[in-house]
């Protein structure tokens, strides 16, 4: 995949997760990155032209969806999906050099960083006073700009670095296998399909009657189109009022994928589209790959029946 954008607003500051995501994208490498304080600031900035990209989390594996991103997209901006990016997720204790763990009386960090990490925390540091910052960053940030043997920081490998912390000990989040999805954003464009692809939509009820969702997911399960999410989320317009936000396999350029989104938008309220863009995985690529030459080689077949039309 390549990107003709210059400039790419992130969530920020420098040495977050979503830095250390977007700068594993080899295509981006080019880029003028543009830190943002707040997700809302990094959506600001690309609806507004300052930025040609935004990059942010949409999705964690253990505090699942992030609410700032999935609202904005679905009531306040028109933004479309250009990728997205599963990166794993570990956090490491971090303090400033000559600093020992028994030292530690305040470890800082994002609460969401904290609550993952507090099986650690209550056996390693059961008396530390806990600290919530701006974002896991930002707590490494100040310290490094303020150093305190007696505070320790809860932040990726790459804010120890960028801010001169020395890292106590790693990976000290209860769940391993903890993973963030993160999605690119423009104004406009749909990639192009690659074999492996992932569409997301919302679509919105006209009214809370029985049958509703069955009515939308059945024009799915006609189609044999397998979701990867399902979601509802409030409208904001009153209580029991909501939407579905909704990830399903294929794109949008597949004839069964537009076939299905017709036939949506003609029978509920509305339908928002979100982005059809290339699939993240370990084995996206391979997939893609396989996706192809079946696609060359079910051309050629058609072409050598066709061949024969008099």
Same mark, same amino acid.
């Not at 999605?183 to 009820?205: K, M």
């Given at each position: 995949?390549?990107?003709?954008?210059?400039?790419?607003?992130?969530?920020?500051?420098?040495?977050?997760?979503?830095?250390?995501?977007?700068?594993?994208?080899?295509?981006?490498?080019?880029?003028?990155?543009?830190?943002?304080?707040?997700?809302?600031?990094?959506?600001?900035?690309?609806?507004?032209?300052?930025?040609?990209?935004?990059?942010?989390?949409?999705e964690?594996?253990?505090?699942?969806?992030?609410?700032?991103?999935?609202?904005?997209?679905?009531?306040?901006?028109?933004?479309?999906?250009?990728?997205?990016?599963?990166?794993?997720?570990?956090?490491?204790?971090?303090?400033?050099?000559?600093?020992?763990?028994?030292?530690?009386?305040?470890?800082?960090?994002?609460?969401?960083?904290?609550?993952?990490?507090?099986?650690?925390?209550?056996?390693?540091?059961?008396?530390?006073?806990?600290?919530?910052?701006?974002?896991?960053?930002?707590?490494?940030?100040?310290?490094?700009?303020?150093?305190?043997?007696?505070?320790?920081?809860?932040?990726?490998?790459?804010?120890?670095?960028?801010?001169?912390?020395?890292?106590?000990?790693?990976?000290?989040?209860?769940?391993?296998?903890?993973?963030?999805?993160?999605?690119?954003?423009?104004?406009?464009?749909?990639?192009?399909?690659?074999?492996?692809?992932?569409?997301?939509?919302? /679509?919105?009820? $006209?009214a809370?009657?029985?049958? %509703?969702?069955?009515?939308? +997911? @059945?024009?799915?399960? !006609?189609?044999g =189109?397998?979701?990867?999410?399902?979601?509802?989320?409030?409208?904001?317009?009153?209580?029991?009022?909501?939407?579905?936000?909704?990830?399903?396999?294929?794109?949008?350029?597949?004839?069964?994928?537009?076939? /299905?989104?017709? $036939?949506?938008?003609?029978?509920v %309220?509305?339908?928002?589209? +979100? @982005?059809?863009y290339? !699939?993240?995985? =370990?084995?996206?690529?391979?997939?893609?790959?396989?996706?192809r030459?079946?696609?060359?080689?079910?051309?050629?077949?058609?072409?050598?029946?066709?061949?024969?039309?008099?």
């Amino acid at each position: 995949m390549t990107t003709s954008a210059t400039s790419i607003a992130y969530f920020g500051p420098a040495g977050t997760f979503t830095e250390e995501a977007l700068l594993g994208e080899p295509d981006y490498a080019g880029c003028s990155l543009v830190p943002c304080r707040t997700i809302t600031a990094v959506l600001d900035a690309v609806a507004g032209g300052t930025s040609d990209l935004g990059f942010v989390p949409i999705e964690n594996a253990i505090d699942g969806t992030v609410n700032t991103t999935i609202d904005g997209l679905v009531f306040d901006y028109d933004l479309l999906v250009q990728r997205e990016v599963v990166a794993d997720i570990h956090l490491h204790l971090m303090a400033p050099s000559g600093t020992q763990i028994a030292d530690v009386r305040q470890v800082m960090s994002f609460p969401v960083a904290l609550a993952q990490c507090q099986k650690y925390l209550s056996e390693k540091l059961p008396n530390a006073e806990q600290v919530a910052a701006n974002s896991t960053a930002d707590a490494a940030r100040s310290l490094g700009e303020n150093p305190e043997r007696r505070t320790a920081a809860i932040a990726p490998r790459l804010a120890a670095k960028l801010y001169g912390l020395s890292i106590l000990d790693e990976d000290v989040e209860d769940h391993p296998e903890n993973q963030t999805r993160f999605v690119s954003l423009a104004t406009s464009g749909v990639p192009a399909p690659t074999g492996h692809d992932r569409t997301s939509i919302v /679509c919105f009820q $006209d009214a809370d009657r029985p049958g %509703s969702l069955h009515t939308i +997911l @059945g024009q799915f399960s !006609a189609r044999g =189109i397998n979701l990867t999410k399902l979601e509802s989320r409030p409208t904001k317009r009153g209580l029991g009022d909501y939407c579905f936000v909704i990830d399903l396999e294929g794109h949008l350029a597949d004839e069964v994928v537009a076939d /299905c989104l017709r $036939d949506l938008h003609a029978t509920v %309220s509305s339908v928002k589209f +979100l @982005g059809s863009y290339p !699939a993240a995985g =370990i084995e996206a690529r391979a997939l893609r790959r396989e996706a192809r030459e079946a696609w060359h080689e079910a051309d050629r077949w058609l072409s050598e029946l066709r061949a024969q039309i008099h």
